[in-house]
T-cell receptor, first 114, second 112 residues
Framework: DGGITQSPKYLFRKEGQNVTLSCEQN?????MYWYRQDPGQGLRLIYY???????QKGDIAEGYSVSREKKESFPLTVTSAQKNPTAFYLC?????????????FGSGTRLTVV | KQEVTQIPAALSVPEGENLVLNCSFT??????LQWFRQDPGKGLTSLLL?????REQTSGRLNASLDKSSGRSTLYIAASQPGDSATYLC???????????FGTGTKLQVIP
């Protein structure tokens, strides 16, 4: 079955440490996205990518970095510059054609600073 | 800038009741609108997608309608069940694959 796989499900980060969240899709979607979800704030876009080796900042990109070396993969690194990284992180993908078939989401990674 | 509002933020109903969830948006020039369900600690599961040219979509006990002129979409759930308890979010695509705005959701509790 096609879908999006996020790993790990839970991640703990120490102060000053960089951590990387994995996102892999086998839907043959061109576009991939990273969102952050905090209680009562809804989803906020961190980064998105339309094609390999290209990505754009979203609304809250500071303290985060991404890469898109393969169509199927879009890992997110939470750097030590992100001051409040504790949140639920969601990866999504979609087509980019004129007719959109909507977003497909992964199951999420919960990141906690310890 | 598109703004998406979902009211109420929380709703509690007895099992078997028919219910309506609301989604309002400020810019009527949209490409499509998508309804999602999110269970606690889980990702978003797509329920229904309505293209801008459509008025409604149905899947099982779910029916979503779209009225662009009034900036509203409703998600109708028939004969609610405890398993329907979750947070329901709407997402509005205002043009282009990346121009999607999410509402903050309505948390539904169906009481047995």
């Amino acid at each position: 079955d096609g879908g999006i796989t996020q790993s790990p499900k839970y991640l703990f980060r120490k102060e000053g440490q960089n951590v990387t969240l994995s996102c892999e899709q086998n839907l043959n979607h061109d576009a991939m996205y990273w969102y952050r979800q905090d209680p009562g704030q809804g989803l906020r876009l961190i980064y998105y990518s339309q094609i390999v080796n290209d990505f754009q900042k979203g609304d809250i990109a500071e303290g985060y970095s991404v890469s898109r070396e393969k169509k199927e993969s879009f890992p997110l690194t939470v750097t030590s510059a992100q001051k409040n990284p504790t949140a639920f992180y969601l990866c999504a993908s979609s087509t980019t054609g004129i007719t959109s078939y909507g977003y497909t989401f992964g199951s999420g990674t919960r990141l906690t600073v310890v | 800038k598109q703004e998406v509002t979902q009211i109420p933020a929380a709703l509690s109903v007895p099992e078997g009741e028919n219910l309506v969830l609301n989604c309002s948006f400020t810019d009527s020039a949209i490409y499509n609108l998508q309804w999602f369900r999110q269970d606690p600690g889980k990702g978003l599961t797509s329920l229904l997608l309505i293209q801008s040219s459509q008025r409604e979509q149905t899947s099982g006990r779910l029916n979503a309608s779209l009225d662009k002129s009034s900036g509203r979409s409703t998600l109708y759930i028939a004969a609610s069940q405890p398993g329907d308890s979750a947070t329901y979010l709407c997402a509005v695509n205002s043009g282009g694959y990346q121009k999607v705005t999410f509402g903050t959701g309505t948390k539904l509790q169906v009481i047995p």
